[in-house]
């Protein structure tokens, strides 16, 4: 079993700059990929970026490439994700994920993949 905590979020005004960390305890050995998603109350959870903890690819939705940075210390378990150039529309609850199973490229941004969440972390962007 893997445990997830995140930190990190607040307020910022438009164009500053958050990081959020997510510390992972457990059996993280096990973990192949982990992620960071984000919900705004009444939409569906969107994946926002993902890395392949075993050999560091990453990936990144359309909506944040470019502004986003997913990265993780191995040696302190824990992921990251800076964000740049804020816009109101990031403002969401923010949540990290993690999985112990393969994925193709189309799965891993998809909520469904995977088995072990975060409790979330709130950003707020305003305008």
């Known amino acids: 079993q893997v445990q997830l905590v995140e930190s990190g979020g607040g307020s910022v005004q438009a164009g500053g700059s958050l990081r959020l960390s997510c510390a992972a305890s457990?059996?993280?050995?096990?973990?192949?990929?982990m992620s960071w998603f984000r919900q705004v109350p009444g939409k569906e959870r969107e994946g926002v970026a993902s890395?392949?903890?075993?050999?560091?690819?990453?990936y990144y939705a359309d909506s944040v490439k470019g502004r986003f940075t997913i990265s993780q210390d191995n040696a302190k378990n824990t992921l990251y994700l800076q964000m740049n150039s804020l816009k109101p529309e990031d403002t969401a609850i923010y949540y990290c994920?993690?999985?112990?199973?393969?994925?193709?490229?189309?799965?891993?941004?998809?909520?469904?993949?995977?088995?072990?969440w975060g409790q979330g972390t709130q950003v707020t962007v305003s305008s």
């Open positions: 457990g059996s993280t050995y096990r973990t192949l990929y």
């Open positions: 890395i392949a903890t075993h050999e560091g690819s990453t």
């Open positions: 994920a993690a999985d112990d199973r393969p994925k193709s490229r189309w799965q891993l941004l998809q909520r469904v993949e995977y088995n072990t």
